[in-house]
T-cell receptor, first 114, second 112 residues
Framework: DQQVKQNSPSLSVQEGRISILNCDYTNSMFDYFLWYKKYPAEGPTFLISISSIKDKNEDGRFTVFLNKSAKHLSLHIVPSQPGDSAVYFCAASARYTNAGKSTFGDGTTLTVKP | KAGVTQTPRYLIKTRGQQVTLSCSPISGHRSVSWYQQTPGQGLQFLFEYFSETQRNKGNFPGRFSGRQFSNSRSEMNVSTLELGDSALYLC???????????FGSGTRLTVV
């Protein structure tokens, strides 16, 4: 049973437009969520996180939204740039102090076209 | 500053052998986690160490073990290797057990 799901394996957007990556989770114990970005031949890089006490967190062009009732979160990238092309992983943990024990989704490959 | 360093980058082993993978976290980081990445299972949590103590362990058999040294460097060991252990093993570190983690580039293990 996959507890963190990223249902879209890939997403293609035009440069300058908004990219929206989605993630669903099933485990109600999860209350801390992270997004990682991964380039080929590199390890994932931490992007942004959100605690369940919030429903939105922003960092520059990146915003994460959390809908606890729907067990759904999304990552918005505005405006999208070609350098954002990468695989994006959603991850979840039970308590922020357990961020080192995260459950990951399978990832969504984002392609931003110039 | 230097990132998370994993050695070796590539490794080929025979079934039944054992292997030790090494991870040097970012200087000052005390929390180290290990993950296994395979095409079929994605990223699976192996274990997490903080100040030389194992805080969490994933659902892997006892053949998988790890440890953390006083300088925060970590090693993981897999004994009696099986073909299914072929994977990319990723190490990640963080200042504390919260916040996001910084991952290394991984060790690609192939068991033949």
């Amino acid at each position: 049973d996959q507890q963190v799901k990223q249902n879209s394996p890939s997403l293609s957007v035009q440069e300058g437009r908004i990219s929206i990556l989605n993630c669903d989770y099933t485990n109600s114990m999860f209350d801390y969520f992270l997004w990682y970005k991964k380039y080929p031949a590199e390890g994932p890089t931490f992007l942004i996180s959100i605690s369940s006490i919030k429903d939105k967190n922003e960092d520059g062009r990146f915003t994460v939204f959390l809908n606890k009732s729907a067990k759904h979160l999304s990552l918005h990238i505005v405006p999208s740039q070609p350098g954002d092309s990468a695989v994006y992983f959603c991850a979840a943990s039970a308590r922020y102090t357990n961020a080192g024990k995260s459950t990951f989704g399978d990832g969504t490959t984002l392609t931003v076209k110039p | 500053k230097a990132g998370v360093t994993q050695t070796p980058r590539y490794l080929i082993k025979t079934r039944g052998q054992q292997v030790t993978l090494s991870c040097s976290p970012i200087s000052g980081h005390r929390s180290v986690s290990w993950y296994q990445q395979t095409p079929g299972q994605g990223l699976q949590f192996l274990f997490e160490y903080f100040s030389e103590t194992q805080r969490n362990k994933g659902n892997f058999p006892g053949r998988f073990s790890g440890r953390q040294f006083s300088n925060s460097r970590s090693e993981m060991n897999v004994s009696t290797l099986e073909l299914g252990d072929s994977a990319l093993y990723l190490c990640a570190s963080s200042l504390l057990t919260s916040y996001g983690y910084t991952f290394g580039s991984g060790t690609r293990l192939t068991v033949v």
